[in-house]
Every structure is written in C-alpha cells, then in structure tokens.
C-alpha cells in the first residue's frame, strides 16, 4: 500500500473537507470516490494502480465520509465546483482523475468545463446522462441501522441526517448529469471509459460516450458489475496501467472508428 502522508481536514471555499495525500512517484492524480460512499470505502482497491507512478491525493466530498453536509450539495454542478476548488487549493497544478461512478461523472464534467485542469481522466463505471436505463430503484430510501452508526461515527453528524442525505442523492440521480454527446465532443484530454459488463445503465450508453470523446479509449471487464472496483481489482489496475503507459492518441494498425484522425496524426490522405 503506498504511504500516506497526509490526512486532514482542510477549508476549502469555506467548508472543512477531510483531505488525504499519498507519496510522491510521479505527477498527481486525483482519486474520486463513488456517490454515497468516501475515500476509505475504495483507496486499498485503486491505489495499486498508481502507488509507484504518480503522486495520489483523495478527498471526501461534502456529505460524503468525514465531511460534512453544506447547501448545495449532491448537485453535479456543486461537486464539480468543489473539485475545482480542491485542485488549484490543494494540488495547486492539473491532475490526472481517477473516478468512480459519480466520481467518474465529476471528472466527466469538469474536463468540459476546466479543461486547462485535467491531464486525463479514467472514469469507472460513469454515465454521462440520467438517461440511460438506470436500474437503481430511486424511489425507495432505505437506510439501515449499521449504516446510520457508520455515517454518525465518521462525520459526527446526527445519524437521521443520512436519511436526508440518501433522499437527495436519489433525487439527483434521477435527473443528473445532463450532457449530451456533442458535449463529449469538447474534452480535450485522453479518456479510459472503464466499465463492467453488468452496469446498471446500458452497455449502448457506454459505447455511445466512448465513441463521442475525441481521444477515448474503451475497456469493459467481464463478469463484472458496478462494483467492479472490488470484484477483480487486478484485473483493472493492469488497465488503468497500460493507459498511463502512453496517453498519446492511439496509433493501431486496423483503425475504424479512429481512421480519420489517425491518418491526420500521421500526415497520410
């Protein structure tokens, strides 16, 4: 496991966000936990990946873990705002992103609306659109005791409060993120769309984001689901490997979907 080094809580745009930072391989990366969920759910699984080639920086964002609830939160456009606050105050330079479900999604929309702020992203299990045949039931809240214990331990708010936290996040879900392909079509970095092959959204609207983003690469892990994080961790850490071996376009021998702007990179008509 990489060493920890750093973990605390920092003020950032005036709220306390539980901060952790890795040691330092290499440039940072940023690694974005999943909704309802924080950093310590899913660090032991994703940090292999990157431990001894970039420097890894975390965080619990508001409502999430550690942290505490403020107005706005769950809102996309809130979390990427934080994001965006968290970068330039903490890591201070670009980052490459690491995110998981929800995770991946900020990542999704600050490389559109921060471009000059991320070197690249991979996005686990991500959905660009609420409109994609989600499969979580979003209409039933349900919270158990040991989760409420849980909540109340780490982020020493009233237990209850976890309730209202839930009630929200499926309230956003059911109606966020709102991109559209030509959307996708503005990221400038390269993208890993790293998916299970039993997603709770469907596989079209994993190739379809794919296909839209410029410099995309696809990977999708058999016998997987949204939880794919834990179900075969080697298998994707070998993934996200290989993307950070070259984040150039790819140059492959048989191109289709990447003819045209293969035969551009290489001055062929």
Known sequence: MARLVSQKFLTIDGHKIWCKQWGNHGEPV???????????????????????????????????????????????????????????????KPVHVIGWSDGGNIGLL??????????????????YTYKGGISFDLNNVSVSDEE???????????????????????????????LKLKDLKRIKCPVLVLAAD????????????????????????????????????RLMHAVIKDFYKSLEFPITKMPNRRKSKQAEILGKP
């Open 110 to 127: 600050t490389a559109i609306k921060r471009p000059d702020l991320i070197k690249s992203l991979v996005g686990i299990g991500m959905n």
């Open 198 to 233: 039993d997603e709770p959204f469907t596989s079209e609207l994993t190739f379809k984001m794919y296909e839209a983003i410029p410099n995309g690469r696809l990977a999708v892990i058999p016998g997987t689901s949204h939880a794919l994080v834990k179900e075969k961790p």
């Open 30 to 92: 940023v690694l974005l936990h999943g909704g309802l969920s924080n950093t310590e759910n899913w660090e032991k699984e994703i940090l292999p990946a990157v431990e001894k080639t970039h420097q890894p920086f975390a965080y619990d964002r508001t409502a999430h873990g550690r942290t505490k609830i403020r107005d706005g939160f769950m809102h996309f456009d809130f979390q990427v705002d934080e994001f965006i606050a968290y970068i330039e105050k903490v890591v201070k």
């Open 148 to 178: 409420k214990a849980n909540f109340a331990k780490n982020s020493k708010q009233d237990p209850e409060l976890l309730i209202t936290i839930v009630r929200k996040a499926f309230k956003v879900w059911a109606t966020e993120p709102k």
